[in-house]
């Protein structure tokens, strides 16, 4: 079963914690928006706050596996 979108964001927000200011700059939400939505303040977020969290995160996910993708050609060329 997959998860639902906000577990999955809160559950993302809240193991990135210390990186909220720079998650709400770069999402350009407010901080105290995406500080509401990892602790559960924001039960029904809209779309115009979800999607750029979803954006990040998978922009985020995606620049993470190339940089592994790049490490282990490496590791295999070295």
């Known amino acids: ?3 639902p979108i906000l577990e999955y964001l809160r ?3 809240n193991a990135s914690k210390g990186e909220w200011p720079r998650i709400a700059e770069v999402t350009k939400l407010p901080y105290d ?3 509401k939505v990892a602790q559960g303040e924001r039960p029904n ?3 115009k706050v979800v999607q750029p969290l979803m954006d990040y995160f998978r922009e985020f996910d995606a620049m993470v596996d190339r940089v592994r993708s790049g490490a282990d050609k490496q590791a295999i060329a070295g």
Do not use: D, G, H, N
């Open 1 to 3: 079963m997959e998860e």
């Open 11 to 13: 559950r993302r927000l």
């Open 33 to 35: 928006t995406v500080a």
């Open 45 to 47: 977020p809209t779309l």
